[in-house]
């Protein structure tokens, strides 16, 4: 009993995890973008970050 308990919480955490797959992926695809932009602004004092910030 408890052996089927595993394998149908394996089976919905592979199932939700593909279907959350692509928003994953735009989560990276963001951070990545917001770390690369950060760098460019290495240098300016964080108030003029805020303020160019949109």
Known sequence: MEGKLFKEKAALEAKYQKLYQPLYTKETTFIEQVVADE???????????FTWMP
Not at 39 to 49: L, N, Q, R, Y
């Open 39 to 49: 760098s460019d602004m290495e240098g300016v004092p964080p108030a003029c970050i």
